[in-house]
Nanobody, 116 residues
Framework: QVQLVESGGGLVQPGGSLRLSCVASGRVFSIYDMGWYRRGPGEERELVARINIGGSTTVADAVKGRFTISGEFAKSTVVLQMNSLKPEDTAVYYC??????????WGQGTQVTVSS
């Protein structure tokens, strides 16, 4: 099993920036995909951005050009740099990883609130 610890959420004004970090522990050698997902008020969880062990990234259209994902699989870390934040980015952000074999693990989530 893999354990995930997220950090970096908080309250920010529109146009501001936040940096989310996630560190994995446990069976990290089997992780091949790491990413960030979010669930807004009354909404389903959605992909924000993900990166695989080959370096390929997938970024949601809603955040393209504003959010950047980076990952260091050797250190079992994934970072989401969020710039030009908008109120609609308000959500609980979750770190998620996929291991070989398809097993998924999730962090507990960190709240991001964009408000003036």
């Amino acid at each position: 099993q893999v354990q995930l610890v997220e950090s970096g959420g908080g309250l920010v004004q529109p146009g501001g920036s936040l940096r989310l970090s996630c560190v994995a522990s446990g069976r990290v050698f089997s992780i091949y995909d790491m990413g960030w997902y979010r669930r807004g008020p009354g909404e389903e969880r959605e992909l924000v951005a993900r990166i695989n062990i080959g370096g390929s990234t997938t970024v949601a259209d809603a955040v393209k050009g504003r959010f950047t994902i980076s990952g260091e699989f050797a250190k079992s870390t994934v970072v989401l740099q969020m710039n030009s934040l908008k109120p609609e980015d308000t959500a609980v952000y979750y770190c998620g990883v996929v291991q070989y074999g398809g097993l998924e693990s999730w962090g507990q989530g960190t709240q991001v609130t964009v408000s003036s």
